[in-house]
């Protein structure tokens, strides 16, 4: 993602309602899959954890930690959870042990990677027996834009392509399914106006007047709801979470994984967010 793209996630992202309503769906979901641990929360990690936001939501319920590849990510996040974001990459360089955790998430990471399927194999094994991994992506190949390629996506999914970076793990698929549903219609029809008119990339991260903003986040919050009890057939993302299983050892090439060390952030500059 472009570096200026963090500073401004930095500044809205607890406020703008995509980033809160999307919040609140995961955080319904886990709170559902995951049952609660006596005496101790379930340790949880967020995979390429951005600017941190989620991690003050997750750590509500959960012993939540961070990693990101980027170091202005990581910095930003930081600022939010201090030493418990640190640098790593996937698949390869991850600075946590296998089986250690209940909670993998990986919030709208996987369309930039370019191995998204290796990516996934390693994030599941550092998973416990039992524990949820949960990941969200942007849906419609048909829908890539200029936005997409000012995010560096590599691409957009369907159910299928989805589905199938599971194949061969030792998982069992809990929840599949579109969702952001109730603006699907005008922002499909933005997407492909400004693909067929090779508009210029924009980024989308001003963040509405409050009344509007109440508004998006209460329409795109509700599907958290919705999602407990049915699965919705369209929508510009997709939600996935999958519940690992005991079936025998780690494969090879994946227990060979280079194991690094944290790496060490330096403090960024103070960040002035115009008000």
Known sequence: MESALYKEMYA???HHWWFRARRKIVCHTLT?????????KPRLLDLGCGCGANLAAFARHFDAWGMDFSPPAAA???RRAGSRVCLGALPNELPFRADSFDVVVMTDVLEHLDDDRSAVASAMT???DGGIFLATVPAGQWLFAPRDVAHHHRRRYARRSLRALFDGLPG???L???YHCALFAPAAVVRVWSRLRGKAAITDLRVPTQPINRVLEAAFGVERHL???M?????LSLICAVRKIAVGRVPASLARRRMVRPARLLQPAPLTIAR
């Not at 559902?32 to 101790?40: K, M, T």
């Not at 699965?231 to 929508?235: E, F, M, S, T, W």
């Open 172 to 174: 069992r698929i809990e």
């Open 32 to 40: 559902r899959l995951v049952p609660p641990s006596i005496g101790s």
């Open 176 to 178: 599949l399914s579109y």
């Open 76 to 78: 930003f996040a930081q």
């Open 227 to 229: 999602l407990s009890w």
């Open 231 to 235: 699965r919705l057939p369209i929508g």
């Open 126 to 128: 550092l998973l416990r």
């Open 12 to 14: 809205v992202e607890d």
